[in-house]
């Protein structure tokens, strides 16, 4: 009984971090295509500080070099320069080694400040996971604690290699981008599985297409959109894309005139 609990709670840590993940860092804070209300955008903060250790600003410039480089010599994390199997394996890594460049979040992180709160402790993910964990072991015990951290651990590394490794080989490519649709891997990552329509549409809150496309992420911005927590920049795809085309056969044609 006792295994199974830590394995559970393992478990809800990783779709929990993984919502934070999809809604905080990737759709707020590295596309601005929801603007969260200060007070969520700092519990997302925390917990993935306290789940993952995972420095937001750079996690933010790392994947906005990924969108400018995709799949390219440039790409932080391709599966077309390096294989999906590394990818899957050493997505962590990867991550690292980029947000470890200088230059990486000097270029692409220059909009996102570094409060001072960043600056005292959250910048410092060791601290963050060894405090996670503390109180993982004090509810469960070392037991339950260890199990329930190895299971999370594995759970959300796998998963976001996942995400940059399978959803840009195997798939579905309705938009003219090399990243795929991968519907069983948007329901066990809150949305992140449709990646083929999130690289079409970057800065649209919500992933999926349809209504019953399962994106827990676009969800969980409508309910705090209703409840006053979050401002939703664009709200679909297809409304988006339109919207470009719209707006580029305008500058056609004005040019024409001209």
Not at 38 to 67: D, E, M, Y
Not at 121 to 127: A, M, P, V
């Amino acid at each position: 009984m006792e295994i199974g609990i830590a394995i559970a709670v393992g478990l809800g840590l990783t779709q929990l971090a993984n919502l934070a993940t999809t809604v905080y860092l990737h759709r707020d804070l590295a596309h601005r295509a929801v603007k969260l209300h200060p007070v969520l955008r700092s519990c997302f903060k925390v917990f993935l500080w306290l789940s993952t250790g995972i420095n937001a600003r750079q996690w933010a410039a790392v994947h906005r070099k990924h969108h400018a480089f995709t799949d390219t010599d440039e790409d932080p994390h391709s599966p077309a320069r390096l294989g999906w199997v590394r990818v899957q394996l050493t997505n962590a890594g990867l991550y690292r080694r980029s947000a470890r460049d200088p230059l990486t979040t000097g270029r692409y992180a220059k909009d996102i400040p570094v409060t001072w709160p960043d600056r005292i402790l959250l910048n410092r993910g060791t601290i963050g996971l060894v405090l996670g964990i503390a109180v993982l072991v004090f509810w469960l015990g070392w037991l339950g604690g260890g199990i329930a951290a190895v299971v999370h651990t594995v759970g959300y590394i796998g998963l976001g290699g996942s995400v940059n490794s399978v959803a840009h080989t195997f798939g579905r490519r309705p938009f003219d981008n090399s990243a795929t649709n991968v519907t069983w891997l948007a329901w066990l990552t809150c949305g992140e599985g449709y990646h083929n329509n999130h690289h079409a549409a970057p800065t649209s809150a919500r992933f999926g297409r349809r209504w019953y496309n399962f994106d827990l992420g676009w969800w969980f911005i409508s309910v705090s959109q209703f409840l006053g927590l979050a401002q939703v920049r664009h709200s679909g795809v297809d409304a988006l894309l339109d919207k470009r085309s719209t707006h580029q056969d305008a500058h056609t044609d004005m040019e024409q005139v001209v």
